[in-house]
């Protein structure tokens, strides 16, 4: 059944976007707090919200407990995917703009297609160029926290497996891990 959606407004492209969206009441919740971070659309039609972005610019969230890409967390709702399984889907930004959370711009696909995507528009050398950047002690703590395959955590942030499994066992960013121990 469809449910109605509260935050309806014409003056919030996303907003109305995001209400033509079959969603769970639980999930209802995350994509009303999306629409409300709506900046602005391009003449694209690449849509961009305000809040905390990562390392590539692609804008965050935090929901259930842990912070998530909000195109991400659109796609999922919207195809009905499970978010947390990183290895069986990616989100694909049909318009090349990774900061875009126009859900019309998003689909999912494979991590294959995905990559595709990126040498397509050219990203891919500057997806390495992240790769030699330092981490912030964020991003490791979330590395530690992280419970995916090292592989999958390093793809996703352009880094080498090494570098995870050093944070992990603590060879790297020690002093996060005793906080967490804490
Ligand atoms: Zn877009």
């Not at 919030?12 to 209400?19: E, R, V």
């Not at 971070?37 to 391009?42: L, Q, T």
């Not at 890409?69 to 049909?94: F, G, M, N, P, S």
Request: with cysteine; net charge positive; charged share 30%.
């Amino acid at each position: 059944m469809k449910a109605t959606i509260g935050f309806l407004n014409a003056f919030n492209p996303l907003g109305n976007a995001l209400s033509q969206i079959d969603a769970h009441p639980d999930d209802r919740c995350v994509l009303e707090r999306i629409a409300r971070k709506f900046s602005h659309v391009d003449e694209n039609g690449c849509v961009f919200i305000s809040g905390t972005m990562d390392s590539n610019g692609r804008p965050r969230i935090g929901w259930l407990g842990r912070r998530h890409r909000v195109a991400r967390v659109i796609v999922a709702i919207r195809d009905e995917l499970l978010l947390y399984e990183d290895w069986k889907w990616d989100t694909r930004h049909l318009c090349h703009n990774r900061a875009c959370v126009n859900p019309d711009h998003l689909m999912h696909g494979t991590r294959q297609e995905n990559s595709d995507d990126c040498v397509e528009a050219g990203r891919a050398a500057r997806g390495k160029m992240h790769g030699r950047s330092k981490l912030s002690e964020q991003q490791a703590s979330d590395i530690i926290k992280d419970t995916r395959p090292h592989q999958v955590i390093a793809d996703e942030l352009g880094i080498a497996r090494q570098t995870v499994s050093k944070i992990k066992s603590g060879e790297r960013w020690a002093h996060l891990h005793e906080e967490a121990a804490q």
